[in-house]
């Protein structure tokens, strides 16, 4: 017989058939013409009745759960997807943000280096955070989308001036438009993607 969980649903129940016996023992030499078979028989069946929608009860509760270990299941599967994807990307993120930062010291900027760090910055595919995920893992990649839309705000605007400059000036040393605002995003992006990918490497090991 299946366990059941909730018992306490059975008492009130419980108290109103043995009130409503009690109250027909006691009766029943007013009314001696009463057929206790048939008295019997309905208790039986009151009785019956209730243990089937016992059983029904049970029987949700066993679909309820099977459902609840399937959405389970789907959303350890969708976390190991979006983890595994973030480890990488995340790693790209610290790379891109090194490179960058290291060719602006050495390198005299102009349009085409401008150009590449805008382009390349936008293959960095930072996916939005499943429902799911670890909080610390999905507010870091949301911060971590952030810092790239301001990076690349400041890049498609510096592309935008390039284009529109003189074609006499196209090598103009644009290292100095650099705003201190624009290195800081820089390090904090760098940051971010290392950050991103340890706690996100962390969390698949537990996989």
Known sequence: MPKLE?????????????TAFLAGCL??????DIEWETLTAGFLGLTGGYFALLASKHQIRAQEKIHQEKITTESIQTNFRYYTH????????????????????????????????KESL?????????????????QTAIGLRVIKSKILTFLVTAERRVRDTNTKNKDEDWNA???????????????????LRDITQTKLDQF
């Open 177 to 195: 438009l650099l705003p201190a605002t624009f290195l800081e995003q820089l390090k904090l992006f760098t940051y971010y993607g290392e950050h």
């Open 27 to 32: 009766t029943a030499t007013q009314f001696s």
């Open 122 to 138: 936008e293959e960095i595919e930072v996916l939005s955070p499943p429902l799911t995920a670890d909080n610390e893992i999905s």
């Open 6 to 18: 909730h018992w306490t649903d059975t008492v009130p129940l419980i108290v109103l058939m043995f």
């Open 86 to 117: 973030t480890v990488e990307i995340a790693d790209l993120a610290r790379e891109y943000g090194l490179a960058t930062l290291q060719t602006i010291k050495k390198l005299r900027l102009n349009a085409e280096i401008l150009k590449t760090f």
